[in-house]
């Protein structure tokens, strides 16, 4: 799982715990559409509070923003299963890298029947592995702390939380990679 990205087309097939088969492979720009779906079908509260209120109705061009990842400072992966006779994406996973190229800032988004099922840690690990193999000391992740569903994640992964001082409706987790 050292590999920071997939050739395109092809990935990991996973297994989830109640024995279905996920799909992970790197994001390209040619997932626009795929991409466009997925967040579509995210509840509403949830797609906003996954773009911490930044992005309340997705467009193409959040779509293509989030698929037109610079290699040379980002990495994407998503998790797909079949469905009615072709991919569907279930789940999505990125950084990005500082300035220092250290440390990367961290999101995960799995869909809401898919949450729970072993997805996100899926994702997660291949994240983790690829920020290690680009020589990555630390990832940090926010989230609303509302929110709540990703510290049970964020905790059997290893990641730290704490309130954001600056603003206390925020959760930040870092993790340190070293």
Known sequence: MAQTHAPPGEGWNEKLPDGTTVRIRSISEQDAELELEFLTHLSPAFRSSRFLGLVRDPTPEV???????????????IALVPHEGREREIGAAQFHVNAAGDRCDASLTVSGEWRQRGVGSLLMRHLIAAARARGMRHMRAYAPSRS???????????????????????????????
């Open 148 to 178: 709540g569903g990703g510290d049970r994640l964020a905790a059997n992964i290893g990641f730290q939380r704490r309130l954001d001082p600056r603003d206390p409706a925020t959760v930040i987790y870092d993790l340190s990679l070293e």
């Open 63 to 77: 779509a293509r923003e989030l698929t037109r990842l610079d290699p040379a400072c980002a990495v994407g992966f």
